[in-house]
């Protein structure tokens, strides 16, 4: 058990829809990372908060946006869904921001499975 | 695009013999880490090696870092059934955006 939670584990949705994914880092963490891996591929970077702030964007859509909550859980936010968004999206923690000297290990949920139909 | 890319895409190989991944990037990092993901989980992280570092043993795994080179390694000894796993290096770039970027894996399969 890694720490990190991610909710839902499972989410089927139609085209057009919205819908939000939650994340709880370990507990002390304060980065947040997403990332989307559709099959067979690899992660894609989405975005980075740091204590609440956001310190990096990757290749992330606009229909899609994210925040990190004082109490540092995260929402990722996808709307108007598209078959091409189904994926697993992963959620990650650690203690310190990326870009460091001390950055060091992430730590994964078991991430949400998204199925657009 | 991607920071890292592993090489092979794909491994098969008996159980009991040695494993060799390798992964190149583009820009000068603080670290280089390895993952393994086991099917549909989550990613575990398995090691970390900073930049000054050049090698670095953990149980079975043996990792490289040539940074002249940009690439790393990743070696599992004496391959086990329960390695059957996919192998990510993620890359921390230097003094950088704060990001933490994977290459796409590499899929290793233990035969038995």
């Known amino acids: 058990d890694s720490g990190v939670t991610q909710t839902p584990k499972h989410l089927i949705t139609a085209t057009g829809q919205r819908v939000t994914l939650r994340c709880s880092p370990r507990?002390?963490?304060?980065?947040v990372y997403w990332y989307q891996q559709s099959l067979d591929q690899g992660l894609q970077f989405l975005i980075h908060?740091?204590?609440?702030?956001?310190?990096a964007k990757g290749n992330i859509l606009e229909r899609f946006s994210a925040q990190q909550f004082p109490d540092l859980h995260s929402e990722l936010n996808l709307s108007s869904l598209e078959l091409g968004d189904s994926a697993l999206y992963f959620c990650?923690?650690?203690?310190?921001?990326?870009?460091?000297?001390?950055?060091?290990?992430?730590?994964f949920g078991e991430g949400s499975r998204l199925t657009v139909l | 695009s991607q920071q890292g890319e592993e090489d092979p895409q794909a491994l098969s190989i008996q159980e009991g013999e040695n494993a060799t991944m390798n992964c190149s990037y583009k820009?000068?990092?603080?670290?280089l880490q390895w993952y393994r993901q086991n099917s549909g989980r989550g990613l575990v992280h398995l090691i970390l090696?900073?930049?000054?570092?050049r090698e670095k043993h953990s149980g079975r795994l043996r990792v490289t870092l040539d940074t002249s080179k940009k690439s790393s390694s990743l070696l599992i000894t004496a391959s086990r059934a329960a390695d059957t796993a996919s192998y990510f290096c993620?890359?921390?770039?230097?003094?950088?955006?704060?990001?933490?970027?994977f290459g796409k894996g590499t899929r290793l399969h233990i035969l038995p």
């Open positions: 990650a923690s650690s203690v310190a921001p990326a870009g460091r000297p001390n950055t060091g290990e992430l730590f």
């Open positions: 507990s002390g963490d304060l980065s």
């Open positions: 908060y740091y204590n609440g702030e956001e310190r």
């Open positions: 820009t000068s990092i603080n670290n």
């Open positions: 090696i900073r930049s000054n570092e």
């Open positions: 993620a890359t921390v770039r230097m003094n950088r955006d704060d990001k933490i970027i």
